[in-house]
């Protein structure tokens, strides 16, 4: 029984197919126990979640498609683990990207939408060193990318 997966259902959340890389890169990397992730793009079910925050998107709505980079994360990792997302460790560092306006500057609260998600998934296993920068603009013009190092087992 996948207890990750469980807990992601208990959220709400099941997590999609693995994205196809956009280019020319492979979605995940993986070198001994680690698997870095490529940036994922905030995206849901109804598209891709464009928007530069401090312009025509809230800090709320920021975080809300940060969690589906997250989301998008875990994809991949789980995609890297041969469909079991168990072996997941735990996040080691995620990197967030935040198409916004020079004067915003709560990069943070928005990447917090991806690190609350985390822990709420994976608990302890979820904490993680992190970054959060702002960026002029995002590819395809979504609102958040984010990219992660993971360890597996």
Do not use: W
């Amino acid at each position: 029984m996948n207890t990750i997966e469980t807990k992601l259902a208990e959220l709400g959340v099941t997590l999609p197919e693995a994205m196809a890389p956009a280019a020319n890169y492979v979605p995940f990397v993986q070198v001994g126990d680690l698997v870095h992730v490529s940036g994922q793009i905030s995206n849901d079910a109804n598209g891709l979640i464009l928007g530069k925050l401090g312009a025509d998107m809230d800090t709320e709505a920021g975080a809300a498609a940060a969690q589906t980079c997250a989301i998008g994360l875990l994809s991949q990792v789980k995609a890297a683990c041969g469909g079991d997302l168990d072996r997941l460790v735990r996040v080691i560092k995620l990197v967030g990207f935040v198409n916004s306006t020079p004067d915003f500057t709560d990069q943070p609260k928005v990447v917090n939408g991806a690190s609350d998600f985390m822990v709420a998934a994976l608990g302890d296993a979820g904490r993680h060193a992190r970054s959060a920068v702002s960026a002029v603009a995002l590819p395809l013009g979504v609102a958040v990318e984010i990219e992660g190092i993971f360890q597996i087992k």
